[in-house]
């Protein structure tokens, strides 16, 4: 179906080429799942499926690439529409027409079918994807997850072979990705679509992935495989991959499910054992840092909070979590001020924030938004800094400092615009940090980031908490959530439904558990290293059942 | 004919064809267009308003009525005050004088101030009555047409440039939400968010984000196969669109010559004619050569001709009603005398109002305004 024969992807100022002499052969009804850190070529191979590289970015590539026999080459993305659906990142930056029915229709419009292949086709998609309610609505009205199921669907409607997303649940709460994955798995199985995507959140799409292509970047040759092998050797690997690699099980569980069959032995070790506390790091001392007393805010007819009430203290880490539009973002944003309250009152450190401005709000409270880019507007790393030193105050250099030893790697000259998405995140917290505010609030920081980002970012965190500052994340990431806080507050519907420390929120729920929770509940352990904490790898190792009884 | 009459069951809930409703509208502005008799315009007004009221959907372009029967009123205002100010005055019966400013003689003509009488006052009452009735008619069509609808019938010589009307209407509220999202972003990093600088600072991301979101939008409609044509139509289809827009140019100067009075019908006619040709020739020709077809064009059935001739005939009464009692039609404003009621002209508005019980009603929607978009709207308030 899709054939790469020695293709080469060299960008037009770039010396190096991006992708050099690919060979690839994916066959009808393969999910192939495209991996590898941020930068390293990921995008560019999808896009050469479609002939967006280089007919859209420009730049050469050399060797060719047939689509069930069409060459690239010949064929710009426009001659390609009836053969490949291509979903971007951000769904909603590639919405043509005003709602859910006329989008699915577009694709098929500019194809030219016939009405009524239109019309039956677009009633397919629209039950197939779960549509129906909204084909009427706005498309700038649904909520993401809703959004990314109308552009799978505005791509389906053509009927295409072959279907390429980029990252399509990062921005997905977990049930919102779930139903995402789900309706892919079935156009897989039912329709034979071939089925090429980028995902960062591997723990929650390994499982369905037929092939596992890992992009290493600086142009390295391609490593392909099926899941199970790639998985032994892969240097990052989701929670339930990780536990059995230590666990020594054979053959390597990728899902819960499959883990959860050969854990029976590794459950009783937990047995009186007393399950890892996540303890405030800051000690004893800790002093109250944020306030909302029965927080509402409405926008119109909308209420995004409902009688909220939270109290945050310093040393805390807070996973703010729930459904896309449940109001996670609402409360972050009143509580650094960018929202008024309706009624009730939110205070930091004593003060309301709506009053602060400029340093009395810099040295109190810094918000890291979604797109941390938004913060951004210099032309070098190094002007940034400086404007941050500036906007807080500080000794010059400050800034830069702390840039340094959370990434020491970005250099002065260049232009954030041209920063990875994990650089330009550090960036931004560097610059929120200048004026040492002790509420940190982070909106959805995983969005978009690799496996060693992440890691990274996990470890600023904690030692950030240790220092005494109190941190909100909002985040749908439950691994991360499970690895880094103390305390989890849901939202659901703009009210708080769950606030508690980590373990006792998250191991009872079957959205927001860590897969390792999963398959160890009803034992509260979250993390691979919890585990390994409490009973040693090399205890864990001697309780591997033998391959041969895993299955049974 | 007969499926289209058993399909325009007039019962049965659906969008009425954009087309239909503008020409209803373009009916009655064209009936204001003929008479200065009060009566007639506030009748014309009141049956748009009824319409409107009982046809117009809840969608974020309907609720334009109120801004255009606003910009009529503002019209009535300034076309009576410019008579107060500077025309001279008409007949004789004088309600008040304002302090006059003697001119220059090479203003001969212009005055300022001075008497002001009933007269004038009424001619430039009536005056702006009508204009202001001719662009509430144009508001009552925008509000119950929706413009992409409307977009979407156009020729398909006119697609492209449709399209990018599509996306620029779509674009707007994004960039709404971009400046709030850049001026949050200020906020943040402590800086002024109002102000000319503010704007300064916000104008550089915004303008930035628009860009990069176009170059997505760009490379997403081609993948979608947004361009696709036959090989070698492309320089036919340019031809067709030059050829349309010069027709439609055509018809538009020669109805203008043909409805306003006093201009040669000799060289009006045959201008409209050679225009319509143009245009029809131009869409065939396109609708031959294009490859793209239309996802459930808005039918014209039977509630289409209806409300499109109810306006015809509003405009029809009206025409032969100047014929046959010019002086009912126009109110003689000197001396100043009660307006008539012209029968025929207000049996057109009856049926011009019919719409309001005959067009379909709409599906139901559940059309509102995004849920982000309104809350920056009103964060921005």
Redesign the interface.
Known sequence: MIRFEHVSITYTDHTQPTLRDINLQLDEGELVLVVGRTGSGKTTLLQAI?G?VP??TGGTLSGRVLIDGRDTRTH???????L???V?Q?PA??????TV??EL???????????DV??RR?EETLDLLGLNELR???V??LSAGQQQRVAIG??LT?HPKVLVLDEPTSALDPAAAEEILSALQRLVHDLGITVVMAEHRLERVIQYADRVIIVPGDAQPLVIGTPQEMMREAPIAPPVVELGRIAGWNPLPLSVRDARRVAGPLRALLIGQDPPQRVNSHGDSTAELVQAQNLTIR??Q?V?LKDVSLQVHSGEVIALMGRN?AGKSTLL?AI????AATAGTVTTQGADPRSL???D??ARV??V?Q?PG??L?ATSVAAECR??DR??KVDPGTTRELLTSLASEIGDDTHPRDLSEGQRLLLALA??LA?QPPVLLLDEPTRGLDYPTKIRLVDVLRNLAQAGHAIILATHDVELAAGVATRVVVLADGEVVADGETAAVVVASPMFAPQIAKILAPYPWLTVSDVVNSIGPVILRSHAPTSGEAFT | MKAALACGNLAHARWLHPGAWWVWALGLAAAASRTLNPILLVLIIAVAAVVVAARKPDAPWARSFVFFIKLGIAIIVIRVGIQILFAAALGTTTLFTLPSLALPSWMAGVRLGGAVTLESILIAFYDGLRLATIIICIGAANSLASPSRLLKSIPAALYEVGVSVVVALTFTPQLVADVTRVQSARHLRGRVTKGPRAIAGAAMPVLEGALERSVTLAAAMDSRGYGRRNANSAAQQRLAAVLLIGGLMCACFGTYGLVAAGSPWLLSTPMLAVGLLASLIAITWSAKSAIRSRYRPDPWWLPEWLISLSGVFAAGTFLIATWLVPLQMTTPSDPPTWPALPILAVLGLAIALTPAFIAPPLPRVFIALPRAVSAEIEVAA
Not at chain 1, 105 to 115: K, R, T, V
Request: hydrophobic share 45%; aromatic share 6%; proline share 7%.
């Open positions: 479609n967006l007919h859209f710009p993305p426009r001659d390609l529409a009836d490949v659906g291509v971007p951000d930056s590639a919405f043509v027409a005003d029915e006329e229709a577009f694709g098929m419009e500019c194809l030219g079918l016939s009405s239109m019309r677009v009427y609505r706005p700038m009205s505005a791509v053509s926008y119109g909308h995004a539009g944003n650094v001020g960018l929202r401005k400029g340093t709000l810099l810094g918000l938004p797109t938004d913060l507007e404007a941050a906007d807080a610059i929120v004026a």
